[in-house]
């Protein structure tokens, strides 16, 4: 078996958590979640587990590609501080403000 990605395991959470809204039995739940998503049953009941911790569905972000910038440091500690201060990673921040920066530009072009 291939190890799950972060959108995986959200889609496989989600997944969890609409049968156990639903009242799915714990068992039968585990063998949907196993032949579904080609888990094994004890991994499946460990995303059951995790999903009755769940509020309600998590977001399925889309996949990410890592890359690497050169920033000045006076930006990075900007980013830190900003990233700390509202919970985000810096990943997130950045896309935030690169998408926010490329809206404007079509707005201009």
Do not use: W
């Not at 291939?2 to 889609?11: E, G, Q």
């Not at 579904?36 to 590609?65: C, H, M």
């Not at 920033?71 to 997130?92: E, K, N, Y």
């Amino acid at each position: 078996m291939t190890r799950s990605t972060k959108v995986d395991k959200a889609k496989q959470l989600n997944a969890a958590h609409r049968l156990l809204q639903r009242g799915v039995a714990l068992p039968e739940a585990a063998q949907r979640l196993s032949c579904k998503f080609d888990l094994s049953e004890r991994q499946a009941y460990r995303y059951l587990e995790e999903a009755a911790q769940l509020d309600g569905p998590v977001e399925v972000t889309e996949a990410t590609i890592p890359i690497t910038l050169k920033l000045p440091p006076d930006t990075v500690r900007l980013l830190r501080i900003q990233a700390a201060r509202s919970g985000m990673t810096i990943g997130a921040l950045v896309t935030r403000a690169l998408d926010a920066f490329i809206n404007a530009l079509k707005g201009h072009g």
